[in-house]
């Protein structure tokens, strides 16, 4: 295995719109590191490269700038009085709030977004490294930082890489006991990131550092970060737990119906508002009523058996998605005058 070595690169400004981004990185490494070298890994935090390209945006509706740099919504909570949103970003990677960042801007009140094309903008610095050292194979991954299904806190990963390899597919080899690979491929490009960031970090206003010992650069540009980009059925986390819930119910989150329901907030609720968005959602498509006045039951009726039946079997899927285990009380439809109903009696799952 080769010795790897992490080098902060010190020195390197506030970033301004225009300014030379390699010049900047290769005067950083001379000063850092006695300057870059064949082979060198250079890791640099995307946005630097944001400032570099001017993309700003006006920081006073954020929430616009966050719907135009998304795709699509993931996941969305209320965190206070603001609706925070999982999304996957134009730029690729499904993340918060599209990485539209408020932090590190240089003390200036304009949000910052991420580039459009993270590969095309590795690219290009690093045809610039190799243009202003001479050198012959440099690797550049542009990274930022998100977090990650199941595990608390964030990481730093590959938003956009070129002259690297990003993955090493080690399936159809054999492991150290001869036992066979059928899965195991390493997200190389998202480990460089954040090995890098051990000696970046976030609040010492180093955005760049050198990976040097690594072998995975290249002499060509390679596959791009783009490579690791899970999306369509590859994707199991194509929505959140409460989303994918309320969207089979239709209510997609992002929409307009998510904002009528409401949106589950990040902190604890009490059950009763639990209780009533689960409502909302299974009366959403029908003329149809609920009563939640005797505690832990819902009536529900309609003017129909098959409506009734609609509802409150719409009405069980979405106390699920609320935390809630639920059954049918007493018989499951029961017509009087001219409606007719059924009890569903629900407890904290």
Same mark, same amino acid.
């Given at each position: 295995?080769? !010795?790897?070595?992490?080098?902060?690169?010190?020195?390197?400004?506030?970033?301004?719109?225009?300014?030379?981004?390699?010049?900047?990185?290769?005067?950083?490494?001379?000063?850092?590191? @006695?300057?870059?070298?064949?082979?060198?890994?250079?890791?640099?935090?995307?946005?630097?490269?944001?400032?570099?390209?001017?993309?700003?945006?006006?920081?006073?509706?954020? &929430?616009?700038?966050?719907?135009?740099?998304?795709?699509?919504?993931?996941?969305?909570?209320?965190? *206070? /009085?603001?609706?925070?949103?999982?999304?996957?970003?134009?730029?690729?990677?499904?993340?918060?709030?599209?990485?539209?960042?408020?932090?590190?801007?240089?003390? #200036?009140? /304009?949000?910052?977004?991420?580039?459009?094309?993270?590969?095309?903008?590795? /690219?290009?610095?690093?045809?610039?490294?190799?243009?202003?050292?001479?050198?012959?194979?440099?690797?550049?991954?542009?990274?930022?930082?998100?977090?990650?299904?199941?595990?608390?806190?964030?990481?730093?990963?590959?938003?956009? =890489?070129?002259?690297?390899?990003?993955?090493?597919?080690?399936?159809?080899?054999?492991?150290?006991?001869?036992?066979?690979?059928?899965?195991?491929?390493?997200?190389?490009?998202?480990?460089?990131?954040?090995?890098?960031?051990?000696?970046?970090?976030?609040?010492?206003?180093?955005?760049?550092?050198?990976?040097?010992?690594?072998?995975?650069?290249?002499?060509?540009? @390679?596959?791009?970060?783009?490579?690791?980009?899970?999306?369509?059925?590859?994707?199991?986390?194509?929505?959140?737990?409460?989303? =994918?819930?309320?969207?089979?119910?239709?209510?997609?989150?992002?929409?307009? =119906?998510? !904002?009528?329901?409401?949106?589950?907030?990040?902190?604890?609720?009490?059950?009763?508002?639990?209780?009533?968005?689960?409502?909302?959602?299974?009366?959403?498509?029908?003329?149809? #009523?609920?009563? &939640?006045?005797?505690?832990?039951?819902?009536?529900?009726?309609?003017?129909?058996?098959?409506?009734? @039946?609609?509802?409150?079997?719409?009405?069980?899927?979405?106390?699920?998605?609320?935390?809630?285990?639920?059954?049918?009380? *007493?018989?499951?439809?029961?017509? /009087?005058? !001219?409606?007719?109903? =059924?009890?569903? #009696?629900?407890?904290?799952?």
């Amino acid at each position: 295995m080769p !010795e790897l070595r992490l080098l902060p690169l010190l020195g390197i400004p506030e970033v301004q719109a225009d300014d030379d981004l390699a010049a900047l990185v290769v005067t950083a490494a001379a000063r850092s590191c @006695g300057g870059l070298e064949d082979g060198d890994v250079v890791v640099v935090s995307s946005k630097v490269v944001s400032k570099a390209a001017g993309l700003w945006a006006d920081s006073s509706d954020r &929430t616009a700038a966050v719907a135009a740099q998304s795709v699509r919504v993931v996941a969305e909570r209320m965190t *206070g /009085e603001r609706v925070t949103r999982i999304v996957q970003s134009v730029a690729g990677p499904v993340m918060a709030a599209a990485g539209v960042d408020t932090s590190n801007t240089g003390g #200036r009140e /304009e949000v910052l977004l991420l580039p459009l094309d993270p590969d095309g903008h590795a /690219e290009a610095l690093r045809q610039g490294l190799l243009a202003a050292t001479g050198l012959s194979r440099v690797g550049v991954v542009l990274s930022d930082t998100a977090g990650r299904p199941w595990r608390f806190g964030q990481v730093d990963f590959a938003l956009g =890489a070129s002259g690297v390899g990003v993955v090493d597919d080690l399936r159809g080899g054999v492991d150290a006991d001869g036992k066979p690979l059928n899965v195991t491929a390493r997200a190389l490009g998202d480990e460089l990131a954040a090995a890098a960031d051990l000696v970046k970090g976030k609040v010492d206003a180093v955005p760049a550092a050198v990976l040097r010992g690594s072998p995975w650069a290249l002499l060509e540009r @390679g596959p791009g970060a783009m490579a690791l980009v899970r999306v369509g059925r590859e994707d199991w986390f194509d929505l959140g737990r409460a989303e =994918a819930v309320r969207a089979a119910l239709g209510v997609a989150p992002g929409s307009a =119906a998510a !904002e009528a329901v409401g949106i589950p907030s990040v902190g604890p609720e009490p059950a009763s508002v639990r209780v009533e968005r689960a409502v909302a959602v299974a009366l959403l498509p029908f003329d149809s #009523r609920a009563d &939640t006045s005797e505690a832990g039951v819902v009536d529900v009726s309609a003017a129909t058996a098959f409506q009734t @039946g609609a509802v409150a079997a719409r009405l069980r899927a979405a106390l699920w998605g609320e935390g809630f285990d639920s059954a049918f009380e *007493g018989e499951a439809f029961e017509g /009087e005058s !001219e409606d007719w109903h =059924a009890r569903v #009696r629900w407890s904290e799952r």
